[in-house]
C-alpha cells in the first residue's frame, strides 16, 4: 500500500509561522532551536576544525573516496539485497547499534540509539499529525548495522558518510573531493563525464548510490513491504546525499517525482543534523509509542 503524503506543514501553535522562502535556510519549521554549535563546540559539518575528531573524519573519506566504485557498490547490492542474513524487529535492529559510533560524524561521538531518537522526538514535536515521518527519522540510520559481525563487519567506509552516484563523475562539492583521485572510476571514460552512464531525469531511482547504510534500509525497508509513503523510502535512501540536498549538484539526474521527494528531505535534514547533542532521550518513556508505529507501518520480523 502506498499512501499519499501532503506537502511539509509544520506544527500550528497559536501564531502563523512564515513559510520559508528557500526550502534549505537554517530555521526550523516548528519551534526547535537551532543550536550554534556540535557537541565539540565546532559548528556543525565542519570538515576542517582542528580537532583529533577531524584526523579520523579525513581518514574515513579517503578510504570511502578510493574504494566506493561502480563494481563494488554492485557487489554490495547484489549480496546484501537477498536479504538472507537474519530476521529481527525494528526495536531489536535499534539496540544492536547501541555498540556503534559513527566515524564520518565531525558532530556526535554518541551510541546511535541517541541520535535516532533525538531525531524522530524534534520531528514529532514539530510534525504531530505525521507519524510517518517520526518512523522515518527513528529507523533511517539502521543500515548501520553492517557494521556488526553478524553483517559481515563492514569497515565503516563501506556504511557511513556523506553518499554520491557511482557511474557518473564525482561532483567537486563532494567532501574531501581531492581523494576520488585516486578512485579507479575517475580516470575510466566510461564514468567520468558528467552524465557516465546515466541520463538527463533519469530518475534517482535508477542511478546507482555509494554503498552503505542508506542503500541498505532502502532495500530491507521496500523488500519487507513497508507501507512507509515514498517519501519515507525517499529520505531513507537519500539522507546523506549532502551534494544534492545541501549543495544542490546532481540535481540533471532528478525527475518530477524527486523533486517532489526532495521538499521532504529538506524538512527531515534540518532535524537530522541539528537535533544531535549530549541531551538523553528517556528511551522506556517514548519506547511504545515508537513501537505502534513500527506495527503500523512494518511486519512484526524483518529479513535483514
Given at each position: 500500500?502506498?499512501?499519499?503524503?501532503?506537502?511539509?506543514?509544520?506544527?500550528?501553535?497559536?501564531?502563523?509561522?512564515?513559510?520559508?522562502?528557500?526550502?534549505?535556510?537554517?530555521?526550523?519549521?516548528?519551534?526547535?532551536?537551532?543550536?550554534?554549535?556540535?557537541?565539540?563546540?565546532?559548528?556543525?559539518?565542519?570538515?576542517?576544525?582542528?580537532?583529533?575528531?577531524?584526523?579520523?573524519?579525513?581518514?574515513?573519506?579517503?578510504?570511502?573516496h578510493i574504494h566506493q566504485t561502480c563494481d563494488f557498490v554492485k557487489r554490495m547490492r547484489e549480496e546484501y539485497g537477498k536479504l538472507c542474513r537474519v530476521e529481527m524487529?525494528?526495536?531489536?535492529?535499534?539496540?544492536?547499534?547501541?555498540?556503534?559510533?559513527?566515524?564520518?560524524?565531525?558532530?556526535?561521538?554518541?551510541?546511535?540509539?541517541?541520535?535516532?531518537?533525538?531525531?524522530?522526538?524534534?520531528?514529532?514535536?514539530d510534525y504531530p499529525e505525521e507519524d510517518w515521518l517520526h518512523l522515518t527519522a527513528l529507523i533511517h540510520d539502521l543500515g548501520k548495522v553492517l557494521l556488526h559481525p553478524?553483517?559481515?563487519?563492514?569497515?565503516?567506509?563501506?556504511?557511513?558518510?556523506?553518499?554520491?552516484?557511482?557511474?557518473?563523475?564525482?561532483?567537486?562539492?563532494?567532501?574531501?573531493?581531492?581523494?576520488?583521485?585516486?578512485?579507479?572510476?575517475?580516470?575510466?571514460?566510461?564514468?567520468?563525464?558528467?552524465?557516465?552512464?546515466?541520463?538527463?531525469?533519469?530518475?534517482?531511482?535508477?542511478?546507482?548510490?555509494?554503498?552503505?547504510?542508506?542503500?541498505?534500509?532502502?532495500?530491507?525497508?521496500?523488500?519487507?513491504?513497508?507501507?512507509?509513503?515514498?517519501?519515507?523510502?525517499?529520505?531513507?535512501?537519500?539522507?546523506?546525499?549532502?551534494?544534492?540536498?545541501?549543495?544542490?549538484?546532481?540535481?540533471?539526474?532528478?525527475?518530477?517525482?524527486?523533486?517532489?521527494?526532495?521538499?521532504?528531505?529538506?524538512?527531515?535534514?534540518?532535524?537530522?543534523?541539528?537535533?544531535?547533542?549530549?541531551?538523553?532521550?528517556?528511551?522506556?518513556?517514548?519506547?511504545?509509542?515508537?513501537?505502534?508505529?513500527?506495527?503500523?507501518?512494518?511486519?512484526?520480523?524483518?529479513?535483514?
Amino acid at each position: 500500500m502506498t499512501l499519499v503524503v501532503e506537502q511539509p506543514r509544520p506544527a500550528v501553535t497559536g501564531e502563523v509561522k512564515r513559510t520559508p522562502s528557500d526550502p534549505k535556510e537554517l530555521l526550523m519549521d516548528g519551534g526547535f532551536v537551532v543550536p550554534d554549535a556540535n557537541s565539540f563546540g565546532h559548528t556543525f559539518r565542519d570538515y576542517n576544525a582542528e580537532s583529533e575528531r577531524q584526523k579520523t573524519v579525513e581518514e574515513f573519506y579517503r578510504m570511502n573516496h578510493i574504494h566506493q566504485t561502480c563494481d563494488f557498490v554492485k557487489r554490495m547490492r547484489e549480496e546484501y539485497g537477498k536479504l538472507c542474513r537474519v530476521e529481527m524487529s525494528i526495536w531489536e535492529c535499534i539496540e544492536l547499534l547501541n555498540e556503534f559510533v559513527d566515524e564520518s560524524d565531525p558532530d556526535l561521538d554518541e551510541p546511535q540509539i541517541e541520535h535516532l531518537l533525538q531525531t524522530a522526538e524534534a520531528i514529532r514535536k514539530d510534525y504531530p499529525e505525521e507519524d510517518w515521518l517520526h518512523l522515518t527519522a527513528l529507523i533511517h540510520d539502521l543500515g548501520k548495522v553492517l557494521l556488526h559481525p553478524s553483517f559481515g563487519k563492514l569497515p565503516q567506509w563501506a556504511v557511513v558518510g556523506d553518499t554520491f552516484p557511482v557511474g557518473c563523475a564525482f561532483d567537486e562539492c563532494n567532501v574531501h573531493h581531492k581523494y576520488f583521485a585516486e578512485n579507479p572510476d575517475h580516470l575510466n571514460p566510461k564514468y567520468n563525464t558528467k552524465l557516465g552512464v546515466y541520463s538527463e531525469g533519469c530518475g534517482l531511482d535508477n542511478v546507482l548510490m555509494s554503498w552503505g547504510h542508506d542503500d541498505y534500509m532502502y532495500l530491507v525497508a521496500k523488500e519487507n513491504k513497508t507501507s512507509l509513503p515514498l517519501a519515507g523510502l525517499f529520505i531513507i535512501r537519500y539522507h546523506s546525499f549532502y551534494p544534492l540536498h545541501k549543495h544542490g549538484a546532481y540535481q540533471y539526474l532528478m525527475n518530477v517525482e524527486d523533486k517532489e521527494n526532495l521538499k521532504w528531505l529538506h524538512v527531515f535534514n534540518k532535524y537530522d543534523l541539528y537535533s544531535k547533542s549530549k541531551v538523553r532521550i528517556d528511551v522506556e518513556k517514548v519506547k511504545p509509542y515508537y513501537l505502534s508505529l513500527i506495527e503500523k507501518y512494518f511486519p512484526a520480523k524483518l529479513k535483514w
